[in-house]
């Protein structure tokens, strides 16, 4: 299995160097012998987004099993990267499941990657592993990480309890912030900059894996209920293309070829599953919860 701990000991110039060379306009990871035809694919920031590598290993099983020019792009919050799907600048995107519910109406579902053989995750309530907090009542008064407005675990599943629960963030917490990464979530706790955060739990465990020494400076407080996991959603417009089947069709294949399995093991997943939107319910009804409020 690939690891990433080399990436993260290179120097951090050459990292840049290469994402320079790499990611050309609007962030196409090949721009040198274009097709025709392409699949601009959206990737929201997560906790490996500047990763060349994995940027790399997407790129080439996606264009050698769609038969098409893969054009990844990355923009630095969900919003930018909804917005430009929704108006069809994107032909899909790998996005969340709150904003696949808040805009259903313009998107349709192209797949769902599987975790440990299951399309769910949960969302962590985390904070400094050297804290004596068991529960969410400990953290009043925090000064709170959230990842992304847009974010179902790293901000929508923790409104919602706080609002069950009586509260709103403005008045239990001290203080939010956005870090617009769920990485940078579990940095800000690790370092002491928060008291803690709301972050993806299946991003908090593959960090676990690259990256122990920083989790090891954080603790799960909270976990919540499954949810359905991050989907890759297309533009309405563009759902019965050929491209769209095509990237469906990679995408559910991903196991059977050495550069899907790479990819995979890259993002430590299992694979991509073809799913109902019924099983983005429950974060529509934590949407309900929150009506009126966010």
């Excluded at 790998?94 to 975790?115: Q, S």
């Excluded at 940095?187 to 090891?216: K, N």
């Excluded at 996991?229 to 196991?255: D, N």
Aim: hydrophobic residues 40%; glycine residues 8%; contains cysteine.
């Amino acid at each position: 299995m690939p690891s990433f701990c080399g990436m993260m000991r290179t120097d951090r110039r050459a990292i840049l160097l290469s994402l320079a060379t790499l990611l050309v306009g609007s962030g196409s990871v090949f721009s040198q012998g274009q097709k025709a035809e392409t699949i601009r694919f959206g990737l929201t920031p997560v906790f490996l987004n500047d990763d060349v590598q994995l940027l790399s290993a997407i790129a080439t099983y996606l264009e050698n099993a769609t038969g098409y020019r893969i054009d990844l792009i990355t923009r630095r919050t969900y919003q930018e990267i909804i917005s430009l799907l929704v108006s069809g600048q994107l032909d899909a995107a790998w996005i969340c499941g709150y904003p696949f519910v808040k805009y259903r109406a313009e998107l349709e579902l192209v797949a769902v990657p599987e975790w440990n053989g299951k399309p769910l995750y949960q969302s962590y309530l985390i904070a400094k592993s050297d804290r004596e907090v068991a529960t969410l009542s400990d953290l009043r008064g925090d000064i709170h990480a959230f990842c992304d407005p847009d974010s179902n675990s790293g901000y929508l599943v923790t409104m919602a309890l706080l609002h069950e629960n009586g509260f709103s963030s403005e008045i239990f917490f001290e203080k939010t912030l956005f870090t617009y990464a769920h990485r940078n979530v579990i940095r800000a706790v690790a370092s002491g900059l928060v008291q803690s955060g709301s972050v993806d739990g299946y991003v908090w465990e593959v960090m676990r894996e690259i990256d122990p020494e920083l989790v090891a400076g954080t603790k799960i407080v909270r976990k919540s209920e499954w949810f359905g996991f991050p989907p890759i959603a297309a533009s309405k417009r563009f759902a019965q293309t050929t491209q769209i089947k095509a990237l469906k069709k990679a995408l559910l294949s991903s196991g059977d070829s050495q550069d899907g399995r790479t990819m995979l093991a890259y993002l430590r997943l299992s694979g991509f599953v073809d799913a109902k939107p019924s099983l983005f319910d429950l974060v529509g009804r934590k949407i309900e919860t929150l009506k009126g409020v966010l």
